[in-house]
């Protein structure tokens, strides 16, 4: 491992020690454990999760379009030429 320095504010040191106390682990394991999640999950994310996130969003917004299924490629080409 490699040593490094950060400076973090008191409110942030607070949440994290109390955050690591809850999980069991030390303070330098949960700073760990959170730069590998941001890590992981600001990289290019494969097919899986791609597909994943697309099925968590579907449905959830409205166009106001009601023939949008039909008219789909009318509208597609629209939005291209804009």
């Known amino acids: 491992m490699v040593r490094t320095q950060i400076q973090l504010t008191e409110q942030q040191v ?3 020690k109390a955050r690591a106390v809850a999980e069991g682990v030390s303070l330098a394991e949960l700073i760990r454990r959170c730069i590998d999640q941001a890590l ?3 990289l290019d994310p494969g ?3 791609r597909i994943r996130r697309a099925a968590a ?3 959830r917004f409205r166009s106001g379009t009601r023939d949008l ?6 509208y597609l080409a629209e939005a291209f030429d804009k």
């Open 57 to 59: 969003i579907a449905g």
């Open 47 to 49: 097919p899986a999760e």
């Open 14 to 16: 607070a949440a994290l």
């Open 69 to 74: 299924a039909i008219n789909h490629d009318k």
């Open 40 to 42: 992981a999950t600001s």
